[in-house]
């Protein structure tokens, strides 16, 4: 079977972040999967991993202590080619997005991004923020893929693997890597909660009523592309094509009209709640439930009964 190589992914305290099983999960249908981890020390994470795969390659050095795609795409790329690995893949993260073309320009390859599907060695990726869904077939000798997380789930242990080190090469590079300003809060992660509340131009920017009840329900808060460019909200808060991907069991959108932009962030959603005065708003189509009423009404009504039911 070919082998394909899976980029793995930490979290900002080095643990595993859980987009890289739903790549992983997406990589099976193609072959033999190997993972690559690259840190200052990649051992912990290695070890997190090899359950999961084949093989792990587990490449420590002082210059990959923090994330740069200048420094990590040439340690993929080179790894790539001498494991001889017909496929190569990450989750379609920030990372991801910012890493893997970076790999396909240094392999020659031809790379499908956001993919949502497998069949042979048919990908289904969307086109168009998702407007058109198209299947297309890569003809370099090294293919290079992006998975689009909320379409594959995440996977399940398959043994114990095999864990390999190896020695990247130093990189000159012009970036430097110079500080990291977490963003902390007492909320899950936007793009791994099982409840995301969002709010949208009709919260005017008044997001009090959406974090509260986000609160209530033990939910992440997200936000319209609208909010975000008025600079009610951070732009690490925006769902939506430009933004994070998300498919939780249950959204919430309040004020939000459902622009296609927005509409391929969260449409993969297992139960989506919409809330807006406009009948017409073209969240309607896709929602599940739908209240045509106004959020500062019915945010805290919705609050009030949740908290009852509890």
Not at 39 to 44: E, P, V
Not at 282 to 308: N, S, T, W
Request: proline share 5%; hydrophobic share 50%; charged share 20%.
């Amino acid at each position: 079977m070919p082998t394909v190589l899976v980029v793995v992914e930490a979290q900002p305290d080095g643990k595993l972040r859980k987009a890289t099983l739903n790549a992983i999960s997406a990589a099976r249908a193609l072959g033999d999967v190997h993972a690559v981890v690259l840190a200052k020390d990649a051992g912990a994470l290695a070890a997190e991993v090899k359950d999961y795969v084949k093989v792990v390659h587990a490449g420590s050095a002082p210059h990959l202590e923090h994330y740069l795609a200048e420094t990590f795409a040439p340690a993929v790329a080179e790894l790539a080619k001498s494991i001889g690995a017909e496929w190569v893949g990450a989750a379609a993260t920030q990372q991801g997005r910012d890493l893997m073309p970076r790999v396909a320009a240094k392999l020659n390859a031809a790379m499908a991004s956001d993919i949502m599907a497998v069949n042979g060695t048919t990908l289904t990726r969307p086109m168009w923020a998702g407007a058109v869904i198209a299947e297309v077939t890569l003809s370099t000798p090294i293919k290079v893929f992006s998975v689009r997380t909320t379409e594959f789930p995440l996977a399940e242990k398959s043994g114990a693997g095999e864990v390999r080190t190896f020695a990247p090469a130093a990189v000159t590079s012009p970036t430097k890597f110079v500080d990291f300003k977490e963003v902390k809060s007492a909320r899950p992660e936007l793009t791994e909660a099982r409840i995301v509340v969002s709010g949208g131009r009709g919260t005017k920017g008044d997001f009090k009523e959406v974090e509260a009840l986000a609160d209530e329900l033990g939910a992440a808060v997200g936000a319209s592309r609208a909010v975000c460019d008025a600079g009610w909200q951070p732009n690490d808060l925006q769902v939506g094509q430009t933004g994070k991907v998300v498919a939780p069991n249950l959204y919430v959108a309040a004020g939000i009209s459902g622009a296609i932009q927005h509409l391929a962030g969260m449409k993969g959603s297992k139960t989506i709640v919409a809330i807006n005065k406009d009948a017409e708003a073209p969240i309607f189509q896709v929602a599940d439930y739908g209240l045509v009423a106004d959020l500062f009404k019915a945010l805290p009504e919705l609050r009030a009964a949740i908290k009852a039911a509890k």
